[in-house]
């Protein structure tokens, strides 16, 4: 009987531990220019490593 309790309680405590994962990346996204932006940035500085060696 307690077992069966203890399952419930940890199925509910896992959804939500699920749920505000999911939240908060939703929330905490960066956007699509921030990416494309830090994308390009990255790219320029390991062209200008490779020129500089």
Not at 7 to 34: G, R
């Amino acid at each position: 009987m307690v077992a069966k309790i203890w399952k419930k309680v940890l199925l509910f405590v896992l959804i939500i531990a699920c749920l505000f994962n999911v939240i908060n990346k939703l929330v905490h996204k960066a956007s699509m220019e921030e990416e494309i932006r830090a994308s390009a940035e990255y790219v320029q500085k390991q062209i200008d490593n490779e020129k500089m060696k």
